[in-house]
């Protein structure tokens, strides 16, 4: 895993108010996301650029499954739009590519070895 509980608290957010099991259910999602993107898995030690994008990718995850991605709400009639202008894997994508856009771990060409 690239991102665990102690990476998210110590360093990417320390005044969460969530516990160690749902951050970790969001974290584990996040990590198996990234591992999709890369071709070759990461040098070690795994450079902290990968951890901040496991963790906001796992906020955004959070976040989601919050508030269902409802766009509006009305209450009189009952009526509820949903946002579903950018997909959830769009949205992980442009928080990894934000992070992780210059470290080569997410070219798909040819490589010259």
């Known amino acids: ?10 360093k990417y957010d ?5 516990s160690r099991d749902e951050i970790n259910k969001f974290l584990v999602r996040a990590n198996i996301y990234l591992e999709g993107l890369f071709l070759r898995p990461p040098a070690e030690p795994v450079d902290d650029r990968i951890k901040y994008a496991a963790c906001e ?5 959070l976040d989601n499954a919050l508030s269902e991605n409802i766009a509006s ?12 202008s950018v997909s959830t894997q769009s949205k992980a994508y442009a928080i ?3 992070y ?5 771990l997410l ?5 010259c070895e």
């Open 100 to 104: 992780l856009a210059n470290t080569g």
């Open 73 to 84: 709400e009305s209450n009189d009639g009952y009526s509820v739009s949903f946002d579903k």
């Open 1 to 10: 895993m690239y991102a665990d509980f102690e990476f998210y608290f110590t």
């Open 14 to 18: 320390p005044d969460t108010e969530l």
């Open 107 to 111: 070219y798909r060409g040819t490589c």
């Open 96 to 98: 990894a590519w934000r």
């Open 57 to 61: 990718i796992a906020d955004m995850y």
